[in-house]
């Protein structure tokens, strides 16, 4: 595996300093310490990290500093965000994604050197996130139209609509930099929140080229953009108690730091998307070209560094020598480059530790009696390790019980789907499965049972989060919350509610506040 090849014109990068962060609608700039970010991806022959550019290393005061600002926009409620009409709100979206939509090259090129996602996937995930705010718009539209109506119930009426919560704390994970980290900041905004961010490690500077649109488009305060360390700048503004909302995507441990941190646990909503360990079943009738071909893509696409990646595969001993077969040759095939290069599969891994830690995973398996099946598995370059098809796992491998997140396949025969459900049940995480099989009397009971186990099954395809309508979340330790577009409008809000008696004198209250639409909150006005 070569590590370099020309790298062409359009995808060269120069770098460059970021020296301001958005505070309170400023873009302010930082003359302190600053943090390099390198790129895994070598633009040398020989090899050697690449320099992007540097990020400021902001402390506890700058981060108190973005605490306050979005406290003071938040205003106890008061603030002109949570106050605002439906349509005003909606209409800083729109100016914002139209100023987004221009930086698309830019985002996507930043995107494949931070983190290691081919070109195609980059731009995906771009297009996506661009449809997914256009999607959210769409549905608080819908959201509005129905609480645009009066309930009446024993003689009360009722104005029942959902209101902000109050601080955001929004952190975002690397892999996906921008679609995730969206899908948490703009439902948070939209319903009136006002929302403090911070980026992950890797993928911090494809931001950049967004923060005019985000300075330009929210009045003052309403999101604050802090760079640093996680350990840093996160900390103060937990134990401070006056965020309301913590929305992360990442692991449990973190999670559960952050929210100890916090003074008044009760008050605190929680939107995490966590760790999985999502299984593939082939079934001895499963039709194995499907199963193979969805299996590889579902372990394998970017790297396997996604939560809903299949980390583990459970293959019925009758088909196992001809899946093993075909897959291996499958997984062999795949081909390494940069993310520019034309139809590849495998790229570098944004993470430096990342191929020494999968190296750990694969030696612990080998002295525990597993295999590798594939010719090409465990082949290390400076910033890869091949994926290797670990064969047959056990339960006591470290590739079994640890979240991979990254190219490795860990494959575990069975001879009774009982076994696989004890497995599933006993595991800490909860979050999707793909079941391969035809038989509608074999599957319909594992259905029944893994629909209590799993949020999430998929029947003879991969694991995945789209199509961002549907439901996204986990039970045990892989969620709390759910994120789509349609609940993570609620996820990010309260239901709240005007009620008055029945009565000449209230009626005509309640029509006047209508007829003059002073109130905000109280209209029945229809957005197009």
Same mark, same amino acid.
């Given at each position: 595996?070569?590590?370099?090849?020309? &790298?062409?014109?359009?995808?060269?990068?120069? !770098?460059?300093?970021?020296?301001?962060?958005?505070?309170?609608?400023?873009?302010?700039?930082?003359? $302190?310490?600053?943090?390099? &970010?390198?790129?895994?991806?070598?633009? +040398?022959?020989?090899? *050697?990290?690449?320099?992007?550019?540097?990020? /400021?290393?902001?402390?506890?005061?700058?981060?108190?500093?973005?605490?306050?600002?979005?406290?003071?926009?938040?205003?106890?409620?008061? #603030?002109?965000?949570?106050?605002?009409?439906?349509?005003?709100?909606?209409?800083?979206?729109?100016?914002?994604?139209?100023?987004?939509?221009?930086?698309?090259?830019?985002?996507?090129?930043?995107?494949?050197?931070?983190?290691?996602?081919?070109?195609?996937?980059?731009?995906?995930?771009?297009?996506?996130?661009?449809?997914?705010?256009?999607?959210?718009?769409?549905?608080?539209?819908?959201?509005?139209?129905?609480?645009?109506?009066?309930?009446?119930?024993? #003689?009360?009426? @009722?104005?029942?609509?959902? $209101?902000?919560?109050?601080?955001?704390?929004?952190?975002? /994970?690397?892999?996906?930099?921008?679609?995730?980290?969206?899908?948490?900041? &703009? /439902?948070?905004?939209?319903?009136?929140?006002?929302?403090?961010?911070?980026?992950?490690?890797?993928?911090?500077?494809?931001?950049? !080229?967004?923060?005019? *649109?985000?300075?330009?488009?929210?009045?003052?305060?309403?999101?604050?953009?802090?760079?640093?360390?996680?350990?840093?700048?996160?900390? !103060?503004?937990?134990?401070?108690?006056?965020?309301?909302?913590? *929305?992360?995507?990442?692991?449990?441990?973190?999670?559960?730091?952050?929210?100890?941190?916090?003074?008044?646990?009760?008050?605190?909503?929680?939107?995490? #998307?966590?760790?999985?360990?999502?299984?593939?079943?082939?079934?001895?009738?499963?039709?194995?070209?499907? @199963?193979?071909?969805?299996?590889?893509?579902? @372990?394998?696409?970017?790297?396997?560094?996604?939560?809903?990646?299949?980390?583990?595969?459970?293959?019925?001993?009758?088909?196992?020598?001809?899946?093993?077969?075909?897959?291996?040759?499958?997984?062999?095939?795949?081909?390494?480059?940069? !993310?520019?290069?034309?139809?590849?599969?495998?790229?570098?891994?944004?993470?430096?530790?990342?191929?020494?830690?999968?190296?750990?995973?694969?030696?612990?398996?080998?002295?525990?009696?597993?295999?590798?099946?594939?010719?090409? #598995?465990?082949?290390?370059?400076?910033?890869?390790?091949?994926?290797?098809?670990?064969?047959?796992?056990?339960?006591?491998?470290?590739?079994?019980?640890?979240?991979?997140?990254?190219?490795?396949?860990?494959?575990?025969?069975?001879?009774?789907?009982?076994?696989?459900?004890?497995?599933?049940?006993?595991?800490?995480?909860?979050?999707?499965?793909?079941?391969?099989?035809?038989? @509608?009397?074999?599957?319909?009971?594992?259905?029944? +049972?893994?629909?209590?186990?799993?949020?999430?099954?998929?029947?003879?395809?991969?694991?995945?989060?789209? /199509?961002?309508?549907?439901?996204?979340?986990?039970?045990?330790?892989?969620?709390?919350?759910?994120?789509?577009?349609?609940?993570?409008?609620?996820?990010?809000?309260?239901?709240?509610?005007? *009620?008055?008696?029945?009565?000449?004198?209230?009626?005509? &209250?309640?029509?006047?506040?209508?007829?003059? $639409?002073?109130?905000?909150?109280?209209?029945?006005?229809?957005?197009?």
């Amino acid at each position: 595996m070569k590590n370099f090849t020309p &790298i062409p014109e359009q995808y060269q990068v120069t !770098p460059f300093r970021q020296d301001t962060y958005l505070v309170n609608g400023d873009l302010r700039k930082w003359k $302190g310490e600053f943090a390099d &970010i390198y790129s895994t991806i070598s633009s +040398t022959d020989n090899y *050697a990290p690449t320099l992007l550019g540097s990020v /400021p290393a902001l402390g506890e005061s700058q981060a108190l500093e973005a605490l306050h600002s979005a406290c003071e926009a938040y205003n106890k409620g008061k #603030g002109l965000w949570p106050t605002m009409k439906v349509k005003d709100r909606i209409a800083c979206m729109l100016k914002f994604v139209q100023q987004m939509k221009k930086q698309r090259d830019e985002v996507v090129k930043l995107m494949m050197w931070e983190i290691g996602k081919s070109l195609e996937d980059s731009t995906k995930e771009f297009d996506r996130t661009v449809e997914y705010i256009y999607d959210t718009i769409d549905a608080y539209k819908a959201l509005d139209h129905e609480s645009s109506t009066f309930v009446k119930r024993d #003689g009360v009426y @009722a104005h029942i609509r959902r $209101g902000p919560l109050g601080v955001v704390l929004c952190l975002g /994970p690397y892999n996906y930099p921008l679609n995730e980290t969206f899908a948490l900041i &703009i /439902p948070a905004l939209i319903m009136g929140n006002t929302v403090i961010f911070k980026p992950a490690k890797h993928g911090v500077l494809l931001f950049t !080229p967004l923060l005019e *649109a985000f300075q330009s488009s929210f009045p003052r305060g309403v999101i604050n953009i802090l760079y640093g360390r996680g350990r840093v700048v996160a900390p !103060p503004i937990m134990q401070s108690g006056r965020v309301e909302v913590l *929305a992360l995507i990442g692991n449990s441990k973190t999670a559960n730091v952050l929210q100890d941190q916090h003074p008044k646990k009760n008050r605190l909503r929680l939107v995490f #998307g966590l760790e999985a360990k999502n299984p593939a079943v082939i079934l001895p009738d499963a039709n194995l070209e499907l @199963a193979v071909d969805e299996c590889v893509k579902g @372990a394998l696409s970017f790297n396997g560094q996604r939560c809903t990646a299949l980390k583990i595969i459970y293959v019925h001993e009758k088909v196992k020598d001809k899946f093993l077969e075909m897959f291996t040759k499958r997984v062999d095939a795949l081909k390494y480059g940069n !993310p520019w290069d034309d139809k590849v599969m495998l790229t570098p891994l944004p993470e430096v530790e990342k191929p020494a830690y999968i190296a750990e995973l694969i030696d612990d398996a080998l002295a525990k009696g597993a295999k590798i099946l594939n010719k090409r #598995g465990g082949e290390r370059t400076e910033n890869f390790i091949f994926p290797a098809v670990l064969y047959p796992v056990t339960t006591n491998m470290r590739a079994y019980k640890e979240e991979q997140f990254g190219p490795l396949v860990p494959v575990k025969p069975f001879s009774h789907i009982n076994e696989i459900i004890d497995e599933i049940s006993d595991s800490n995480y909860g979050q999707q499965i793909s079941l391969f099989g035809e038989d @509608a009397y074999e599957l319909s009971p594992l259905i029944d +049972t893994l629909v209590n186990l799993v949020c999430r099954v998929n029947l003879n395809s991969l694991c995945q989060r789209g /199509p961002d309508v549907f439901p996204f979340t986990g039970r045990k330790d892989s969620a709390v919350g759910t994120l789509s577009v349609h609940d993570a409008l609620r996820s990010f809000s309260i239901r709240t509610f005007v *009620a008055s008696r029945d009565n000449d004198y209230n009626n005509k &209250i309640v029509e006047n506040l209508l007829h003059t $639409g002073a109130s905000n909150f109280m209209n029945t006005d229809y957005i197009l």
